[in-house]
């Protein structure tokens, strides 16, 4: 079954300890991406990737990172993670190299940071 | 960069009325505009697209039509069920920053039976 994997669903964590939300995708899509949605502000981008060994900030990327090594995974890291920072998280990919394709997107991950 | 806006912010229909969604967007060489559906607690979903060179498009009871003049672009979904019930986001892309895509801030539609 074609579809975007993402670990784990729920995190609960302590402010200041690393994390790493991770993604997979089975269709060998080019692009991925994460979001963040949180109530009222729709879902806003964090970081996308094109292809592998090539990232790019979207519109929220402070206090986090990503890489793409291989083109079905697209991990996103929170070095330092803040209460701000509590949200829900999803990872999404398309067939194209850009955004001018439709997304699939993850199940999303909750997660609170205290 | 890229701002879209969606209106209104919540929407309540009686079963077998339409209902209607408007999004505004402020980069004119964006030319992909997808629609996605929320249900509560899953994933957005796709559920209708357009491109630039076309200026409207159906698919059964929903309908997406867009005025690139004007920027903006809108859900119609007619005879509405309960079932239509969910938050619908809109987002443009394809635009000057080729990998970004930007979202509305999404309209929570409830369907009363």
């Known amino acids: 079954e074609a579809q975007v994997t993402q670990n784990p669903r729920y995190l609960i964590t302590v402010t200041g300890k690393k994390l790493t939300v991770t993604c997979s995708q089975n269709m060998n899509h080019e692009y991925m991406s994460w979001y963040r949605q949180d109530p009222g502000l729709g879902l806003r981008q964090i970081y996308y990737s094109m292809n592998v060994e090539v990232t790019d900030k979207g519109d929220v990327p402070e206090g986090y990172k990503v890489s793409r090594k291989e083109k079905r995974n697209f991990p996103l890291i929170l070095e330092s993670p803040s209460p701000n920072q509590t949200s829900l998280y999803f990872c999404?990919?398309?067939?194209?190299?850009?955004?001018?394709?439709?997304?699939?997107f993850g199940n999303g991950t909750r997660l609170t940071v205290t | 960069g890229e701002n879209v806006e969606q209106h209104p912010s919540t929407l309540s229909v009686q079963e077998g009325d339409s209902a209607v969604i408007k999004c505004t967007y402020s980069d004119s060489a964006s030319n992909y505009f997808p629609w996605y559906k929320q249900e509560l607690g899953k994933r957005p979903q796709l559920i209708i697209d357009?491109?630039?060179?076309?200026g409207e498009k159906k698919d059964q009871r929903i309908a997406v039509t867009l005025n690139k003049t004007a920027k903006h672009f809108s859900l119609h979904i007619t005879e509405t069920q309960p079932e239509d019930s969910a938050v619908y986001f809109c987002a443009a892309g394809g635009n000057t920053n080729a990998g970004k895509s930007t979202f509305g801030d999404g309209t929570t539609l409830t369907v009363k039976p």
């Open positions: 999404a990919s398309s067939s194209r190299t850009d955004s001018n394709s439709p997304l699939h």
């Open positions: 357009i491109r630039s060179n076309v």
